[in-house]
């Protein structure tokens, strides 16, 4: 049970300026000729010991590849981080994995419950409060293998719909466990070494995952 013991002790990287990483301005304007749409960029952001951007890559595509150039082009430009710790406290390669949003409507929509899980957990019920689908972001350890330690809640952004329920988070770090495989991440060099990540952990009722 170490790595829940430790679990306390370790933070991912933490976007400082998540806000001002994409403007109105940066809308292409070849998504508005194809409006109405909703595309989605999964992203892997890899933030060295100072907090500096490594790297960006795309794990799930938009399905436009200029797309997913562009959205990584502005995360390399504007994003910044306060680093990664490890367990001893000591600043360590972290990565940051979330999904970027591009909507192009006629009218205002909600698009908060669009989401890449890493994980799908169903549920016969969910915590009091909460509505299906529940999104869960936690934080791990990742040693040069792949192998995964030290889970916990992630702290999240204002505006995103997260819960984070008390309730959810230890079911989440066992699924993540049981059954993630995280990509070690790489150093300069390119060598694979320990770091400290991210991963959405989504929780959905049994009648509704199974539509």
Known sequence: MLWIALAAQISAPLPTNMIKWFSYDDMPGYLIERAPGLWLVGIRVTVGSDGAVQSCGVESSSGTERLDEFTCKRIKQRAKFAPARAADGSAALGVYRTSVKWAVAD????????????????????PAGLKSPALVRVMFAVDAHGNISSCAAEPVQPFERISNSPDLVPVACVQLVKIFKPVPAKDSAGNAVPSVQDAIVRFSLQNQAAR
Do not use: E
Request: no cysteine; charged share 20%; net charge negative.
């Open 107 to 126: 009218s205002p929509f909600d698009s908060s419950n669009a989401s890449i899980p890493d994980v799908d957990v169903s549920v016969a019920r969910l």
